[in-house]
């Protein structure tokens, strides 16, 4: 029975760099300026003022972290929000806008003593009545949450015992719920803003964090301005008081080449997304710090429909995954960065069970095996199998882009000399969306970052396929075998049962297999050694500017 694992440590990771990615350096350092060689004292003192400049892929269309499930989120909301608890240095559950809380010996009820002397930038108070207001904003059927109402389903409903105590009562013990309020969707807003103007919180939420949103340019740029009278960052950030910036410029920079280029040049102090192709060459410079931190909870997997042909059928799954060489995918796409994975959990998350790794192993013998047993055992004049004159060919629908996902084009590549044609399907944001959530698909890729091994109750628990509620569960696994497993493992204490639970789902997924996992999710950040204290985050990998500064 494999032992708990903490959920994140704040660790410098070491890129490893092998042959291709030494050419790129050689290729790229040329480009990289000069300026900024000087190194800072590792004991300078904070330097007060200045504007950080910030490059970001993309942002999320909306910035109220309770509507959205963006990756961009997890670095942009730490700007403006603060959460109930935070994840401490060692990833244990740590105070922040709540000092203490207390749970009842079954687990179903949680009462949490609040922070006092907390504001929202609107000037109105933290309380619990606040806490319960956005709870209920985060279940709203009107928000359209894809993430925090799944996080928080198990709530029922809660108490206001006085202005500083808050009860929550839940429908079941849920381990995991301290842990997804310490996420950075799930972040508090305004109780004022939720009821007097719910709608226009994605274009002006309004935090109690250490910035307030100034300017909101969606697609191309965000503004972010100190907020004035901040006292109350979680402990772990080592910090006290107001930011020492005055703001951060938040750029949408969509081109990966671009983004590098305007960071080694000066343009931007730090970007939140490194293209992995520009890994070797920032972080051979000494002007400049590179992470490469992998996220916890699911990596990213090509995700099979079970819910209709060809992955209804067992075979089908198992051959399409023994087809795929994932390590050479891998070393294709991450220049090295990335590492691969054959498993549905990251090895980065608490209770990884590395006694389920090698049942997806790459063998294209096997697949073709699997594929002539399971009678698409005829081939047509293009060389894809077909069984009762039809083509093997599965739909992989993608976001509308100048050129096909790269993944995807590898993926169609390799399934292809087993016999399998896979079409990539462009479509735009919001008709792939729709299609999305009505289940019109045979596979999708995707990935889900969470703090918690809960991912896989989000992923594959059969209550998280969308119906009345938006659910993750894409692939519409339906196996009441693993729902009991991931059911016992959300009500198990941090310990050996919890363990015990998770190995359990992780091998059942092993035989389920739902989608092919690829590689570890990584959150790639760099930036320049003139911005300092930069802190990373324990509940997601990205950097956090609540204390940065710029030295002169």
């Given at each position: 029975?494999?032992?708990?694992?903490?959920?994140?440590?704040?660790?410098?990771?070491?890129?490893?760099?092998?042959?291709?990615?030494?050419?790129?350096?050689?290729?790229?350092?040329?480009?990289?300026?000069?300026?900024?060689?000087?190194t800072v004292p590792a004991d300078a003192t904070p330097v007060d003022g200045g504007v950080l400049n910030v490059s970001i892929s993309a942002e999320p269309g909306c910035l109220d972290g309770h509507g959205i499930s963006a990756t961009q989120q997890q670095f942009l909301g730490r700007l403006i929000y603060d959460n109930v608890v935070t994840l401490d240095d060692d990833g244990e559950i740590a105070p922040y806008l709540a000092e203490s809380w207390d749970i009842s010996e079954d687990g179903k009820t949680y009462t949490f003593h609040l922070k006092k002397d907390v504001t929202f930038s609107d000037g109105s108070p933290w309380n619990a009545t606040v806490f319960q207001q956005n709870l209920e904003h985060m279940r709203d059927p009107a928000t359209k949450s894809p993430l925090a109402a799944a996080y928080i389903a198990p709530y029922v409903d809660g108490t206001v015992i006085d202005d500083h105590t808050f009860e929550a009562h839940l429908e079941y013990a849920y381990t995991p719920f301290l842990y997804t309020l310490a996420q950075s969707w799930l972040g508090m807003n305004s109780g004022k803003a939720i009821t007097e103007s719910p709608e226009t919180l994605c274009q002006n939420p309004v935090g109690s964090g250490p910035y307030v949103l100034e300017d909101y340019q969606p697609g191309q740029s965000i503004s972010y301005a100190k907020r004035e009278g901040y006292a109350w960052a979680p402990e772990w950030l080592g910090g006290t008081g107001e930011a020492h910036l005055d703001g951060v410029e938040v750029t949408v920079v969509a081109e990966p080449v671009i983004r590098y280029q305007s960071l080694v040049s000066g343009q931007y102090g730090l970007t939140e997304n490194l293209a992995p192709q520009n890994a070797a060459a920032v972080q051979a410079d000494p002007a400049f710090t590179y992470e490469n931190l992998?996220?916890?909870?699911?990596?990213?997997?090509?995700?099979?429909?079970?819910?209709?042909?060809?992955?209804?059928?067992?075979?089908?799954?198992?051959?399409?995954?023994?087809?795929?060489?994932?390590?050479?995918?891998?070393?294709?796409?991450?220049?090295?960065?990335?590492?691969?994975?054959?498993?549905?959990?990251?090895?980065?998350?608490?209770?990884?069970?590395?006694?389920?790794?090698?049942?997806?192993?790459?063998?294209?013998?096997?697949?073709?095996?699997?594929?002539?047993?399971?009678?698409?055992?005829?081939?047509?004049?293009?060389?894809?199998r077909t069984r009762d004159g039809e083509r093997l060919t599965v739909e992989v629908p993608t976001v509308e882009a100048s050129a096909p996902s790269p993944l995807l084009v590898q993926l169609q590549g390799e399934v292809r000399k087993v016999g399998i044609e896979l079409e990539i399907i462009q479509l735009p944001q919001a008709q792939l969306t729709e299609l999305r959530y009505a289940g019109d698909y045979d596979a999708l890729a995707g990935v889900w970052h969470t703090n918690t091994t809960d991912v896989l109750f989000i992923r594959y628990h059969s209550s998280e396929i969308t119906g009345e509620r938006i659910?993750?569960?894409?692939?519409?696994?339906?196996?009441?075998?693993?729902?009991?497993?991931?059911?016992?493992?959300?009500?198990?204490?941090?310990?050996?049962?919890?363990?015990?639970?998770?190995?359990?789902?992780?091998?059942?997924?092993?035989?389920?297999?739902?989608?092919?996992?690829?590689?570890?999710?990584?959150?790639?950040?760099?930036?320049?050694?003139?911005?300092?204290?930069?802190a990373t985050d324990t509940s997601h990998p990205v950097p956090v500017l609540t204390y940065a500064w710029l030295a002169q």
């Amino acid at each position: 029975m494999p032992l708990p694992r903490p959920a994140r440590f704040r660790t410098h990771r070491t890129l490893t760099r092998g042959a291709t990615l030494a050419v790129v350096a050689g290729l790229l350092t040329s480009c990289a300026s000069p300026a900024g060689t000087r190194t800072v004292p590792a004991d300078a003192t904070p330097v007060d003022g200045g504007v950080l400049n910030v490059s970001i892929s993309a942002e999320p269309g909306c910035l109220d972290g309770h509507g959205i499930s963006a990756t961009q989120q997890q670095f942009l909301g730490r700007l403006i929000y603060d959460n109930v608890v935070t994840l401490d240095d060692d990833g244990e559950i740590a105070p922040y806008l709540a000092e203490s809380w207390d749970i009842s010996e079954d687990g179903k009820t949680y009462t949490f003593h609040l922070k006092k002397d907390v504001t929202f930038s609107d000037g109105s108070p933290w309380n619990a009545t606040v806490f319960q207001q956005n709870l209920e904003h985060m279940r709203d059927p009107a928000t359209k949450s894809p993430l925090a109402a799944a996080y928080i389903a198990p709530y029922v409903d809660g108490t206001v015992i006085d202005d500083h105590t808050f009860e929550a009562h839940l429908e079941y013990a849920y381990t995991p719920f301290l842990y997804t309020l310490a996420q950075s969707w799930l972040g508090m807003n305004s109780g004022k803003a939720i009821t007097e103007s719910p709608e226009t919180l994605c274009q002006n939420p309004v935090g109690s964090g250490p910035y307030v949103l100034e300017d909101y340019q969606p697609g191309q740029s965000i503004s972010y301005a100190k907020r004035e009278g901040y006292a109350w960052a979680p402990e772990w950030l080592g910090g006290t008081g107001e930011a020492h910036l005055d703001g951060v410029e938040v750029t949408v920079v969509a081109e990966p080449v671009i983004r590098y280029q305007s960071l080694v040049s000066g343009q931007y102090g730090l970007t939140e997304n490194l293209a992995p192709q520009n890994a070797a060459a920032v972080q051979a410079d000494p002007a400049f710090t590179y992470e490469n931190l992998p996220r916890t909870g699911s990596p990213y997997v090509l995700g099979f429909n079970l819910n209709r042909e060809p992955f209804s059928d067992p075979a089908v799954r198992e051959a399409f995954a023994a087809a795929v060489d994932t390590e050479a995918v891998t070393e294709s796409l991450g220049f090295g960065t990335y590492t691969p994975i054959d498993s549905y959990l990251s090895k980065e998350s608490k209770y990884y069970d590395p006694s389920a790794e090698g049942t997806l192993a790459h063998d294209p013998e096997r697949a073709n095996q699997l594929l002539d047993d399971a009678g698409w055992d005829s081939r047509d004049a293009e060389g894809f199998r077909t069984r009762d004159g039809e083509r093997l060919t599965v739909e992989v629908p993608t976001v509308e882009a100048s050129a096909p996902s790269p993944l995807l084009v590898q993926l169609q590549g390799e399934v292809r000399k087993v016999g399998i044609e896979l079409e990539i399907i462009q479509l735009p944001q919001a008709q792939l969306t729709e299609l999305r959530y009505a289940g019109d698909y045979d596979a999708l890729a995707g990935v889900w970052h969470t703090n918690t091994t809960d991912v896989l109750f989000i992923r594959y628990h059969s209550s998280e396929i969308t119906g009345e509620r938006i659910g993750q569960n894409s692939s519409y696994v339906n196996d009441p075998e693993l729902d009991e497993i991931l059911l016992r493992a959300r009500g198990a204490a941090d310990g050996p049962d919890a363990a015990e639970a998770y190995s359990q789902a992780q091998h059942r997924l092993t035989d389920l297999v739902p989608g092919l996992p690829l590689y570890e999710n990584p959150s790639q950040f760099a930036y320049s050694n003139s911005v300092q204290g930069v802190a990373t985050d324990t509940s997601h990998p990205v950097p956090v500017l609540t204390y940065a500064w710029l030295a002169q």
